[in-house]
Each structure stands twice: as C-alpha cells, then as structure tokens.
C-alpha cells in the first residue's frame, strides 16, 4: 500500500530519504501498484533535453490500478458518488464493481466507433459521472484524453480538438447549471464547423434529453453505443512512459500548450500525494469541487483517489444553487470528510455572510483543502473559523497543471499551518528560490523565483506536438531546474509562501489565463488597432482583467465594450471577458516598442503614484492620459 505519512518525524525522515535517494524512494512506492510487467529502471533524466523518464520499460494499466485491483475487497465500496445540479434529484452512487462494469462497456464501445491505442478523443462535457468513466474508459484501452473545460467557446475547442488531431468528441446534449440548461452539443456543432476534420465520431452523452441538431454522418448517441457493450474489457498492456493525457493551458505567449503526461509516473504520485495530503482513511467521503476540465479535477477528484481506492464526491452544478448554502448542504447531507476547493470559491461564499454555512452540520469535516491562486488572510481564516471550526486543519496546496499532483502543502495533524503559506514541499520535491541570475537563494527570509531541481515522478513530459517549447518555456530560464513561472518567498522557518505567476500569466476565479491570448482576441474586433490585458486585485476572483484599448472609427461607449467582450466570449469563453475596458490613444512602450506592463499593472491597480522612473519611454506623455481615463 501507499505509504501514509504518520506523523512529524516520520514526514522529515522520507523527506530526507527521497532527497538523499530518490530512486529508492520512489521505487518503494512504485512496487506498492500493480505492473503486469516490473520496469527495469526507476527514473532516467535530462532536464537539457529535457528527456525525463520514469519506471522504464514497466507495463501497466492505470484504470487496473484505479479499479480491478480494489474489487478483491472493494468490490461492494462506493467509488463515485455523483450528486447532482438539482438537489431534488437522488445521488447516484457507483460502487467499485459498477464503476468497472460502467467503464469497460464505454471502453468496448469505443473500441467499437474505432478508437485505438494511442488516439486522442476531446471531452466537452459538464461534471455527469459520465464524463469519469469515459476518461477512464480511454486510458483502459490506451486512448489519450483531453478534457476541454466545457466553459470553453467553440473557437477555444476548435483549436485543442485540432492541436490533439482528436479522432472523437464525446460530448452532452445540454449542460445543466444551476437553473439554466446550456447547449453544449450546439457549441462542438459550430467548433465542427469551424475545425475539427480530424473527427471521425462526436458520441453525444444524453443528459437533459432536449433536442439537439443531428448530423447523421458523424453523430452517435452514448445510449446506443455503450449501454449494450460488455461489462469485460481487458485493461490494454501500456509502457509507463506511454501518453495517458493531454490538458491544455495558458502559458504567457501564443495558443494554449498541450501539457502531456504519462501513465506509470502520474499514478504513482496522484495517488501519494493524495493519501497523504488529505489523510484519507478508509470509509472516509472526499469531495474535491473542481471541474474536470482543470488539473485538479483529472488528479485529485478521478485518478487519486481511485488509486486510493476512496469514495470520490462528483457534483454536477454549482455553489449557488439553489442557494448559496448548497456547498455546506451536500458536506452536511453525504458527511463530507475532506472538502478542497478554491480560494475564489471560498471568498464568493464569505460575501454571503455567516448564517449560511451555520445553519449546516458540518462537523464530519476532518481536513480543508485550497487550490488554484494565492489564498488571502481573511479567506483563510473564514474557511478555518466557519467551515473548520477550528479543528480542520488546511492544507494550502501549490501545484499546476505541469507538475501533475500537489508539490507544496501543509500535511493535515502532522506539519503546521500558517495563514497564506503553502508552507512544506512533498516528499521527493526539492523546491529552491532562485534570483533572476539562476544563483540558488539558499537563506530562509527571501523572496525569489520558485524551481524544482530534480524530476518528480509526474512531472510534465512534453508540450503536444512542440517540444522545444516544453524546453524554452520550463527548462531553459534556468539551466538544470524546472522554472514554476512562479514567485515565492521563504519565511524564517523555511515555509513557502507562493505569491503569483512572475510571467504575463494572470489568475482569475483560479483559471490560468495567459494575457496575450485575451488581447489576440481583443484584436479580433475589427475597430481594434492593439490592445493590453494585465490583472489587477479583485476582491472575489484574485485578479479581474483589465484591458487598455486603442481604437479607430467607433464612439469609445460601453456598446463598444459589449461588442469586444462579445469578441472575447467568442474567441475563449465567458471566463475571459475583461472586467474593465480603458480606452486610450497609446500604451507606454520602451524605444524597443515593448510595452511596458509595469506601468500597465501599476495603473489598473490603482496605485499610479508609484509608477517610478517613466522617461525612458518612447512616449511617456501616454502615461499622464492613462493616468486621467483609469478605471479606478
Ligand atoms: C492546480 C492549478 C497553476 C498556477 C500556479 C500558481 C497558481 C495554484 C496555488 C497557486 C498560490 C496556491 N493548476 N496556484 N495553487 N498560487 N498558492 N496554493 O491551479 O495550472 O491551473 O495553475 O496557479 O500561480 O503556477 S494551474
């Protein structure tokens, strides 16, 4: 079994042991899963390159591991339990055995629409337990899943089914949030329209049941093709380092990268970091409220804790509705043991004050988790005061898409928490603060570039089909580290507070947005000549997205900001629609024609009195005009 970190002491010593012998370390860990073939090699690698490789040669399965292996004494033990949009409806449960039944027969009928090993099938579908069990059904027949956040627009998915040359869709009729239903099939109709001739297949999972456009050619109904298929699939024979997973995200430049991960490394590491982070007792019910469409929800709502062979909380809708109690209503209804959710999450549901979460039961809450952006003061002790009752500890846990699982958090009962601070790094995480030259800052009390010196286990392997951008973005700031994008600083006791992305790469309700890919679509707007996006403090999202405009032959009104935030809907989705649009006649830029996002950042955050020296801009008169028209 996994190992399960018991107490202080016992963290420092692994700790030590996977700094000191990481192969070894991991080794252990690795042997506690089933291989159908042993690797002959823990881990080989080179950040140059960078070429990393983890349990070579070994063959395995992860739904084996997810699944099969717990039937012995799991068989009758809720794996998913899926509570739905409308709490009027019943809670499905999935057992174990069921959960294997569900899983084989859309694996065999995936096999029967044609899909391969090693072919990419695109999701775009709200939280259905659906959704788990065709990504699962993917990786047991060694097809590589892409979940599309079904928040995305056409474009946005358009552009990931072409960069994964996806071979199927599989998608929902309707999306049901809260009291609205929304058309999700009509969305991959127009991203087929505009894309997508790499599909063969869009298998259409009934949800609502409306009326939907047909496209008899390629159109398939999930009923039809999966609900008769065989409760046995055989789990197929994969290499470790085979792909399991592409999960598109924001980088500073260009089009959302492909992050690829493999199978032997990221099982191995979901399932420790999940054990250990949340303390996960057998019997225990955890809920993690992400979307599967995010990092978090593949890692620690589907493979962990399936790996752990736990009961895993899927929720349908959203903390809103029918009211904003609904969070504290389903912890209180299914017992709720370990509740993770994100810090923008936390602060929407502060402002609608404390008789909320009062009127609920929410003593079975052993553990609190935080993810996605820098957690505030206030938050974190509202979480823990009104949602722990003082006697949950919370684990603030660092991580991205890119390293796979959590890399830097608290452990619940067995290290300390501080407000803020995402405090110690797992087992086999050597995290280091660097300064801008690259030199390791190796004092505690500084503040520097946040890396990782030696490869963890689910570390990314490569960006889909663009591998020098994998090595130019992550490994070539600094040479011999993997660079987080991050900023940190290191208390005197050696805990990390992370501070936010260093990188033109802002947090917005804990969506990863790069700001460039905002501002191409700003420019998509025919009366737009160029455009600038930076984030600025926002009280409930983190950062909100504040656009500078310069524009030509329209009135500079608010149906002009309509019509660009209709552009930017179109082009990615309602997430990335500015909150304030500035309309100028420049934007400060250097004598390179850089512009300057210090100057940008400092205005829209209200705190212009500080913009330091600006003569040495090509235009600094700009400045003064930004100045008057901010959006403060
Ligand atoms: C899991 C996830 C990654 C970026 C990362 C950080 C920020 C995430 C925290 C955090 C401060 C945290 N993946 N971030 N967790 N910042 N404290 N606990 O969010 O790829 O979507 O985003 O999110 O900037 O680089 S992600």
């Given at each position: 079994m996994t190992t399960q970190i018991r107490d202080l002491d016992h963290y420092k010593e692994l700790?030590?042991?996977?700094?000191?012998?990481?192969?070894?370390?991991?080794?252990?860990?690795?042997?506690?899963?089933?291989?159908?073939?042993?690797?002959?090699?823990?881990?080989?690698?080179?950040?140059?390159?960078?070429?990393?490789?983890?349990?070579?040669?070994?063959?395995?399965?992860?739904?084996?591991?997810?699944?099969?292996?717990?039937?012995?004494?799991?068989?009758?033990?809720?794996?998913i339990l899926w509570e739905p949009n409308d709490p009027k409806d019943e809670a499905v449960r999935y057992t174990y055995q069921e959960l294997h039944d569900e899983v084989c027969k859309c694996a065999n009928g995936l096999k029967a629409l044609g899909i391969e090993k090693g072919d990419?099938?695109?999701?775009?579908?709200?939280?259905?337990?659906?959704?788990?069990?065709?990504?699962?059904?993917?990786?047991?027949?060694?097809?590589?899943?892409?979940?599309?956040?079904?928040?995305?627009?056409?474009q946005a998915l358009a552009d990931r089914v072409d960069d994964a040359k996806a071979k199927m869709i599989i998608c929902s009729d309707f999306n049901k949030r809260g009291a609205k239903n929304i058309a999700v099939k009509e969305v991959v109709d127009q991203a087929m329209n505009i894309g997508c001739k790499s599909v063969e297949t869009v298998l259409v999972h009934q949800n609502t049941g409306a009326e939907v456009t047909w496209n008899t050619e390629k159109d398939k109904w999930w009923h039809k093709e999966i609900n008769h298929q065989s409760t046995i699939c055989a789990p197929?024979?994969?290499?470790?380092?085979?792909?399991?997973?592409?999960?598109?995200?924001?980088?500073?430049?260009?089009?959302?990268?492909?992050?690829?991960h493999t199978c032997g490394g990221y099982m191995v590491y979901t399932c420790f970091t999940f054990k250990n982070v949340f303390q996960y007792q057998p019997?225990?019910?955890?809920?993690?409220?992400?979307?599967?469409?995010?990092?978090?929800?593949?890692?620690?709502?589907?493979?962990?804790?399936?790996?752990?062979?736990?009961?895993?909380?899927?929720?349908?809708?959203?903390?809103?509705?029918?009211?904003?109690?609904?969070?504290?209503?389903?912890?209180e209804k299914h017992k709720v043991n370990q509740f993770y959710t994100a810090p923008t999450a936390i602060r929407a549901l502060m402002a609608c004050g404390d008789d909320i979460p009062n009127k609920y039961d929410l003593s079975s809450i052993k553990v609190l988790g935080s993810v996605g952006e820098?957690?505030?003061?206030?938050?974190?002790?509202?979480?823990?005061?009104?949602?722990?009752?003082?006697?949950?500890?919370?684990?603030?846990?660092?991580?991205?898409?890119?390293?796979?699982?959590?890399?830097?958090?608290?452990?619940?009962?067995?290290?300390?928490?501080?407000?803020?601070?995402?405090?110690?790094?797992?087992?086999g995480i050597q995290a280091v603060l660097v300064n801008s030259e690259g030199q390791e800052l190796k004092e505690n009390n500084v503040e520097g570039l946040l890396c990782i010196k030696h490869p963890w286990p689910s570390i990314l392997r490569t960006t889909y089909g663009d591998h020098e951008r994998c090595?130019?973005?992550?490994?070539?700031?600094?040479?011999?580290?993997?660079?987080?994008?991050?900023?940190?600083?290191?208390?005197?006791?050696?805990?990390?507070?992370v501070i936010g992305r260093v990188d033109?790469?802002?947090?917005?309700?804990?969506?990863?947005?790069?700001?460039?890919?905002?501002?191409?679509?700003?420019?998509?707007?025919?009366?737009?000549?160029?455009?600038?996006?930076?984030?600025?403090?926002?009280?409930?999202?983190?950062?909100?997205?504040?656009?500078?405009?310069?524009?030509?032959?329209?009135?500079l009104d608010d149906a002009f900001r309509k019509e660009i935030s209709d552009v930017v809907r179109r082009e990615i989705g309602p997430i990335a629609k500015p909150d304030k649009i500035q309309f100028v006649t420049g934007l400060p830029k250097t004598r390179s024609g850089k512009i300057m996002r210090r100057i940008l950042r400092k205005i829209a955050s209200n705190d212009a009195a500080n913009l330091g020296d600006v003569s040495t801009l090509l235009n600094p008169d700009v400045v003064e005009e930004l100045k008057k028209s901010a959006l403060v």
């Open positions: 700790y030590r042991q996977s700094v000191e012998s990481p192969e070894q370390f991991w080794d252990k860990e690795a042997k506690t899963f089933t291989w159908f073939k042993a690797y002959d090699e823990v881990c080989t690698w080179d950040f140059e390159k960078p070429a990393v490789k983890w349990f070579l040669n070994g063959k395995m399965n992860i739904t084996y591991n997810c699944i099969d292996r717990h039937l012995a004494d799991k068989a009758d033990q809720v794996a990419r099938v695109v999701f775009y579908m709200p939280m259905v337990a659906e959704l788990a069990i065709a990504v699962l059904a993917c990786a047991r027949i060694g097809a590589v899943h892409s979940v599309v956040f079904a928040g995305f627009s056409a197929e024979e994969m290499d470790a380092e085979d792909m399991l997973f592409i999960l598109y995200t924001s980088g500073s430049t260009g089009k959302p990268k492909g992050v690829v019997g225990d019910i955890y809920w993690c409220t992400a979307d599967i469409g995010w990092i978090t929800g593949h890692s620690y709502i589907v493979y962990g804790p399936l790996l752990a062979g736990a009961t895993t909380l899927m929720f349908e809708g959203v903390p809103t509705f029918p009211d904003a109690g609904r969070f504290w209503e389903i912890c820098p957690i505030n003061e206030e938050a974190w002790h509202w979480y823990d005061k009104k949602i722990g009752k003082g006697n949950a500890p919370i684990v603030d846990t660092w991580w991205q898409t890119e390293t796979g699982g959590i890399m830097i958090t608290p452990l619940p009962g067995i290290t300390d928490t501080k407000p803020t601070f995402a405090s110690y790094p797992m087992p090595r130019q973005v992550y490994f070539s700031p600094f040479k011999g580290m993997y660079f987080t994008g991050d900023g940190a600083r290191r208390d005197e006791d050696g805990r990390i507070r033109d790469v802002i947090n917005v309700s804990g969506h990863r947005m790069g700001t460039a890919e905002v501002e191409n679509a700003i420019n998509e707007h025919p009366q737009v000549i160029e455009s600038a996006v930076v984030g600025y403090p926002h009280e409930i999202k983190g950062q909100g997205i504040y656009a500078y405009v310069i524009s030509q032959g329209k009135a």
